[in-house]
């Protein structure tokens, strides 16, 4: 794992430690790598509830109770998507926070409007959801490690 990526996961912890809160993740197209970064870090026990792997358009509905209704109209590559997948994972756990990420790392998935390297971001705490699209360059293992540095550095601009 990137140096890079273990420093914002440890600077992510001290600010949850710092303020008492626990975090949830939510993850589709990083299958985990964020929860998996968030764990490297010692003492994470303190401040990390749990993450919920939802690949598929059905766990996230089964799982983070986000809506089949919504998935079809926006698609599960979708700033909407991403915010009620944070939403969930708060509603779904004892966690105060979440981030979630679902995107298209390649090299196939790729849809008009929506190129291999999109990734869709949500932060949700307190009833209060940001969410970001952006599109990452590279093979699919770039765009995994860019989407987990990228939903780390998010959760500590949303925290702050």
Same mark, same amino acid.
């Given at each position: 794992?990137?140096?890079?990526?273990?420093?914002?996961?440890?600077?992510?912890?001290?600010?949850?430690?710092?303020?008492?809160?626990?975090?949830?993740?939510?993850?589709?197209?990083?299958?985990?790598?964020?929860?998996?970064?968030?764990?490297?870090?010692?003492?994470?026990?303190?401040?990390?509830?749990?993450?919920? !792997?939802?690949?598929?358009?059905?766990?996230?509905?089964?799982?983070?109770?986000?809506?089949?209704?919504?998935?079809?109209?926006?698609?599960?590559?979708?700033?909407?998507?991403?915010?009620?997948?944070?939403?969930?994972?708060?509603?779904?756990?004892?966690?105060?926070?979440? !981030?979630?990420?679902?995107?298209?790392?390649?090299?196939?998935?790729?849809?008009?409007?929506?190129?291999?390297?999109? !990734?869709?971001?949500?932060?949700?705490?307190?009833?209060?959801?940001?969410?970001?699209?952006?599109?990452?360059?590279?093979?699919?293992?770039?765009?995994?490690?860019?989407?987990?540095?990228?939903?780390?550095?998010?959760?500590?601009?949303?925290?702050?």
């Amino acid at each position: 794992m990137e140096n890079d990526i273990l420093e914002l996961a440890a600077k992510v912890g001290k600010l949850l430690e710092t303020k008492g809160l626990l975090l949830a993740t939510a993850e589709s197209c990083t299958g985990g790598g964020v929860s998996q970064a968030i764990t490297e870090i010692p003492g994470s026990t303190g401040w990390f509830e749990c993450g919920f !792997v939802t690949y598929s358009n059905a766990s996230k509905s089964e799982m983070l109770d986000v809506p089949a209704a919504l998935i079809a109209q926006c698609g599960s590559v979708s700033v909407e998507v991403a915010g009620a997948m944070a939403e969930g994972a708060v509603a779904n756990s004892n966690a105060d926070v979440a !981030v979630s990420t679902t995107g298209i790392a390649g090299p196939t998935g790729a849809v008009p409007g929506k190129p291999v390297g999109t !990734v869709c971001f949500g932060w949700s705490k307190g009833g209060t959801t940001y969410t970001e699209r952006l599109v990452f360059q590279g093979d699919r293992r770039a765009v995994r490690e860019q989407t987990v540095a990228h939903a780390l550095a998010g959760l500590l601009r949303f925290l702050e």
